[in-house]
């Protein structure tokens, strides 16, 4: 599968953005769904993840009651909405498929990955 991320950008602190990350080539509704992120100088880490069905969901401690992950498999696309945007959640965002009806945390249990949208939060 081809993952597509979108809808980074440059924000302050507070402010809210939703990324997407469009899906092609296999089935969608096969695939778990997961965003992780990267900064600068740091290891990659996990972010949100989505069952195939959506039903359910997972999310990082640092991201919780702030970040929304959801998909749309009739259009083959996943969305993070972020919300409450903080300097530390600059990082580049990566949109990630795992083939199991599983919610998947961990990077190397997700298949594909999407090529990145930088998010930048100015304080």
């Known amino acids: 599968v081809q993952l597509q991320a979108s809808g980074g950008g440059l924000v302050q602190a507070g402010d809210s953005l939703r990324l997407s990350c469009a899906a092609s080539g296999r089935t969608f509704s096969l695939f778990a769904m997961g965003w992780f992120r990267q900064a600068p100088g740091k290891e990659r880490e996990f972010v949100a993840a989505?069952?195939?069905?959506?039903?359910?969901?997972h999310y990082a401690d640092s991201v919780k009651g702030r970040f929304t992950i959801s998909r749309d498999n009739a259009k083959n696309t996943e969305y993070l909405q972020m919300n409450s945007l903080k300097s530390e959640d600059t990082a580049v965002y990566y949109c990630?498929?795992?083939?199991?009806?599983?919610?998947?945390?961990?990077?190397?249990?997700?298949?594909?990955w999407g090529q990145g949208t930088q998010v930048t939060v100015s304080s």
């Open positions: 989505i069952s195939r069905s959506g039903g359910n969901t």
């Open positions: 990630a498929a795992g083939y199991t009806r599983l919610v998947q945390t961990v990077p190397n249990q997700f298949d594909y």
